[in-house]
């Protein structure tokens, strides 16, 4: 049976919020903030771990939340980038991440249901947003040692089965692994996913969205964006995408082409332009929706959004432009055998 979620897609193209760390600067918090009561006497400065934010300062986490709601946002994704015990490690707040991530989706959820009361009959939904860590399983952190691993791959899979029962418990409507860099650490939370699915005995959609890295239009563990798909084609995902690192403008190409060979739904959120010398984000959101839009236009969106620098504005100015445009069809399924290294190979079946 097609849930309302799954349904939204057949429908239109749907739009995802922003970016959350842009907006949390804006609020000028201080070391107390991301510390609360809970947390008053840990050891290590806490300044910075936004994730924290959904146990200390909820009432801003769901404020942001409710702000992408207000500029037309479907989809907001949980402040849970960093919410495995591996990414908190560096805060000795590891043993949190139950309760971080649940909180997370408490702020979503209670902001979806604000928003969909203002307005009835509205859907909104919310994402388990599931980061690529802070470490990575295909390369070194040790140039004098290439052989060398920070983590191994069960340790990987672990931490992601901890965050994603969490996320799961809160109730959220899919999951998300995003911004990855190193297939092999987005293949473990896969791995980790279908695990726990079977664990539960319940399945949500699983969404996965890359970031290329620069203008060679690889990921940072080497591969092109086909090659990226055909390696986690097999978890057969809801939908695959791409965001952050690059501009609309430069990401240009690369949707291209994951909209031609993608059998799933296609999502793009990519930064505000790219950093200026002083690491901020300097396109309007005029111009960025008018990148998207053009997007929209070829027919390669399901789901379009922001990342870094993004804003409810860019959200707004986003879901007006694409509004008009109907959303990516979706293409017959192949049976051709797709390969793949740093390339894509793809052994076709010989006509008759």
């Known amino acids: 049976m097609t849930t309302p979620f799954e349904q939204l897609f057949k429908e239109r193209i749907v739009i995802i ?121 295909s ?35 899919a999951l998300l692994v995003e911004t990855i860099f190193d297939t092999l650490n987005s293949k473990a939370a896969l791995f980790a996913i279908e695990g726990v699915f079977e664990e539960l005995g319940r399945r949500v959609p699983v969404m996965i969205s890359v970031t290329i890295t620069d203008a060679s239009g690889r990921t940072l563990s080497g591969q092109t964006i086909t090659a990226f798909y055909d390696s986690v084609r097999h978890a057969k995902p809801f939908s695959v995408g791409i965001n952050c690192a690059l501009g609309g403008a430069e990401m240009r190409p690369y949707i291209q082409e994951l909209a031609r060979v993608a059998e799933c ?47 409810p504005e860019h959200i707004a100015a986003i879901a007006k432009g694409v509004k008009p445009y109907a959303p990516r069809k979706l293409p017959s399924t192949t049976h051709d055998m797709r390969l793949s290294g740093l390339e894509s190979l793809v052994v076709a079946e010989r006509a008759s």
């Open 17 to 137: 919020d922003g970016a959350m760390g842009s907006l949390i600067q804006t609020y000028g918090l201080e070391e107390k903030d991301f510390r609360g009561e809970r947390f008053k006497a840990h050891p290590k400065d806490l300044k910075g771990n936004n994730d924290l934010l959904s146990l200390t300062r909820p009432d801003i986490i769901e404020e942001i939340h409710a702000r992408y709601f207000a500029a037309g946002a479907d989809l907001v994704e949980t402040n849970t980038f960093s919410g495995t015990s591996i990414a908190q490690a560096d805060y000795e707040l590891g043993h949190v991440i139950t309760d971080l991530n649940l909180a997370a989706v408490q702020c979503a959820r209670r902001a979806a249901n604000a928003a969909e009361a203002k307005t009835p009959g509205r859907k909104c939904f919310v994402a388990g947003a599931i980061g690529p860590l802070n470490r990575t399983l």
């Open 139 to 173: 390369m070194s952190p040790d140039v004098n040692r290439p052989d060398y691993r920070a983590v191994t791959w069960n340790q990987v899979v672990s931490a992601y089965e901890e965050q994603i029962r969490a996320l799961l418990q809160g109730g959220v409507d």
């Open 265 to 311: 739904y296609v999502s793009c959120y990519p930064n505000a332009g790219l950093p200026n010398a002083f690491g901020g984000y300097d396109e309007t959101p005029e111009e960025m929706s008018a990148v998207l839009t053009d997007f929209a236009r070829q027919g390669w969106l399901n789901l379009v959004g922001g990342c870094c620098g993004s804003t």
